[in-house]
């Protein structure tokens, strides 16, 4: 994070000193344009990371009214495991994208145990949605000790420092422009969410499993009825939701150094998109988790620039803000807005 | 004898009890709004990190003022900050007397702080419900915590500042760090005391009635917009003072190391142990938790010796495990609410007999 502040603060500086004078005329030389797209794609592999993973808590959330804290651990999970298998067990063989399925099975299965084990029996019990949402809270401090031990493991066994992770040189270089490397997490973040998108709404619309998944959301009940069984479905969201967040932290782990407790930070912004989502729809979230990842760099970029400097530091504030905003001001998020009134309204007025 | 003194003046140990003490405070005025009044109250951190930033920049500038010290920004510059501190220090190490009012000066300032922070969540508080709320409060507190670690004129910013020292008086080296663990435990025993007898008065049940069936207390005329907020007014007081005496004791005031797993997490794991809505629960929860952790601290090294890892990681295992378990298997806690009586059983029996008799 602070690197990436380090960037922004060497770019708002460059750009001040290319003013020239009073026709204040913007002459950016190449680098600095290499630098600015440079941002702009860690930027679209960051908010690709995090739009993923708040469709992740938003199909939790649907499914079995539980907001997953847990979230943080797994999208750190998801991290560590691509991080340890390409630079620990196989000592960088390959490139970290053979990891990935590994990261999203191994967190999918870590929100098939927080289900089965736990939270399958709250919701028997009729557990109000405060006592779900803190029982994630403790399965999320249980797996952010085991995240820690692992990271300890690896450090005493391999003698390799697991607290640090870099693992951004690791990537496959398209190609260079000016001797600035392009690196393909971008373009691979994008296709994997249009491709989980694509997947999701194929799943969810066109198979049997889809339509009794929507139809135990929305009613569960008649949904037994009808001889579905909702255990399934519930393990199902929870598998696929765990899944997500592991693949969120796997593109994190190349667009970001971390340490064991990146959940932490990413959490907020992966909740925030949900929720300015409207967290009724996986699409919409997926939406919000773009706005809040693309606004936490663009929007901070323009502040420094425009206002002051100073400003910057306070980058966290902003998904915490669209969260709390969207929460009390309108709380069916993007989710709830109906684009084809929307839609249908730009098209009136243009004709009329 | 000398045994038990040798124990008491452990350093360990005195951080164990004053931990015991600032987080059974923290955690008592959480039950008042979780346990009573039914507020999923997941940003108790705000109240404490204000109430910590209203002792240590607030009324440390009001000392600075007080004693005819630089109070401005340049109390809370880095190169300035210790050594104004270290002079309201030498004019508080000889009062006695002036420590104790600039205690309590403190203590209010915070309190009025976190009545405050209080009174504006009660503005979420109104609109939100269950889940909605607590999110919305969470992320209150984050904002809070961020402004306070990047806004230096604030507190100092990541540097964070030094903060008067008000229990230099009583001694020194261990000897003040025993008293002021006592005057905090004694601050505890009455925040206990106070919290007892409002769950005993009638705002007690007013505010139970309200979680329990808000229709019905709106029925009775019970106004719930005014309950919900004095019941978190009167919380974020309580816990901007606990705040407030955590970074009077240790003397110093960094909002970087205000997290949300210390101040919100831990609180709400002690009490669903003790027993939401039993204050002699959460007495005992925030006991079992302290005494836990002193082990864990006390036997780290011999801990590390027969396993590869860093114990730290077994008090998150421990404390998430508890929270899972307590709400799968015992979500009462261990001491389950009772019905708190306004009168005693005595008298209730002796009435009843009475009716009884006259019917």
């Known amino acids: 994070m602070l690197r990436v502040y380090a960037v922004l603060v060497q770019l708002h500086s460059s750009l001040k000193f290319n003013y020239s004078g009073h026709e204040r005329r913007f002459k950016p030389s190449l680098w600095e344009v290499m630098i600015l797209i440079d941002i702009i794609m860690t930027a679209i592999g960051y908010s690709s990371s995090i739009a993923l993973a708040a469709a992740g808590i938003t199909l939790i959330y649907m499914a079995t009214g539980t907001f997953n804290f847990a979230h943080a651990s797994m999208t750190a999970w998801g991290f560590y495991i691509v991080f340890a298998f390409h630079k620990v067990f196989f000592k960088g063989l390959g490139n970290p994208y053979m990891y990935f399925p590994i990261a999203m099975l191994f967190s999918g299965m870590l929100g098939v145990i927080s289900y089965y084990f736990i939270n399958r029996w709250l919701l028997k019990k009729g557990a109000d949605m405060t006592t779900l949402m803190m029982s994630t809270l403790g399965i999320d401090l249980v797996f952010f000790a085991f995240i820690n031990m692992f990271a300890d493991f690896l450090t005493y066994n391999y003698k390799i420092n697991a607290r640090l992770i870099v693992l951004k040189m690791e990537d496959i270089i398209l190609g260079k422009i000016a001797g600035f490397p392009l690196r393909a997490i971008t373009l691979v973040s994008i296709i994997m969410v249009i491709a989980i998108v694509a997947i999701l709404q194929y799943i969810l619309n066109r198979t049997k499993f889809g339509i009794a998944l929507r139809m135990t959301i929305e009613n569960p009940s008649l949904a037994a009825i009808l001889g579905i069984n909702p255990d399934l479905i519930y393990l199902a969201s929870w598998f696929i939701g765990g899944a997500l967040a592991g693949l969120g932290g796997a593109i994190l782990s190349l667009v970001y150094s971390g340490t064991p407790s990146i959940g932490n930070v990413v959490i907020v912004p992966e909740f925030a998109g949900s929720i300015v989502g409207g967290l009724y729809s996986i699409f919409g979230s997926l939406l919000g988790g773009y706005l809040i990842g693309m606004s936490e760099y663009i929007v901070i970029n323009l502040i420094g620039t425009y206002v002051s400097r100073n400003l910057v530091v306070y980058e966290p504030l902003i998904p915490l803000i669209a969260m709390a905003v969207t929460l009390l001001v309108y709380p069916q998020g993007l989710g709830g807005i109906d684009w084809s009134k929307v839609w249908a309204k730009l098209r009136g007025k243009k004709e009329g | 004898m000398q045994d038990i003194i040798n124990i008491i003046f452990n350093p360990l140990v005195l951080n164990i009890l004053v931990n015991m003490a600032i987080f059974l405070i923290v955690t008592l005025s959480l039950n008042l709004e979780v346990g009573f009044a039914g507020i999923p109250q997941f940003g108790r951190m705000l109240a404490v990190v204000v109430g910590a930033i209203g002792a240590g920049a607030i009324a440390g500038r009001f000392m600075a003022f007080y004693y005819g010290l630089p109070w401005g920004d340049e ?48 503005y979420p508080a109104i609109r939100l419900r269950e889940a909605y709320l607590g999110i919305t409060l969470l992320a209150f507190a984050d904002a809070a915590q961020t402004i306070g670690k990047y806004y230096d004129p604030l507190a100092g910013g990541t540097e964070g500042i030094v903060v008067p020292d008000v229990f230099r008086f009583i001694g020194t080296g261990q000897i003040r760090f025993l008293g002021s663990t006592l005057i905090i435990f004694f601050i505890g025993f009455l925040v206990y005391l106070f919290l007892q007898s409002l769950a005993r008065s009638p705002f007690g ?19 719930i917009v005014k309950l919900r907020a004095q019941a978190l007014i009167i919380g974020g007081a309580i816990a901007a003072i606990g705040g407030a005496l955590w970074t009077l004791y240790t003397g110093s005031f960094k909002a970087l190391t205000y997290n949300r797993v210390t101040w919100t997490f831990w609180p709400w794991a002690f009490m669903m142990l003790g027993g939401t809505g039993n204050n002699l629960g959460i007495v005992l ?75």
């Open chain 2, 285 to 359: 929860g925030t006991l079992v938790f302290s005494t836990v952790r002193s082990l864990i601290y006390a036997y780290k090294t011999e801990l590390t010796t027969y396993i590869p890892i860093n114990p730290n990681w077994l008090e998150y295992l421990l404390i998430g495990l508890v929270i899972i378990l307590i709400a799968m298997f015992r979500p009462q806690g261990i001491l389950p609410e009772k019905p708190e009586l306004p009168i005693p059983k005595k008298k209730i029996e002796s009435i009843k007999a009475s009716l009884s008799k006259g019917g």
């Open chain 2, 75 to 122: 109390y809370v510059d880095e190169t300035l900050n210790f050594k104004i501190v270290s002079q309201i220090n030498d004019h508080l190490v000889n009062s006695p007397f002036q420590s104790i009012m600039m205690l309590i000066i403190a203590l209010a300032i915070a309190a009025a702080l976190g009545g405050i922070i209080g009174y504006l969540a009660s």
């Open chain 2, 205 to 223: 049940r007013a505010l139970r009635a309200m979680r329990d069936q808000e229709l019905a207390a709106k029925v009775y005329g019970k106004d």
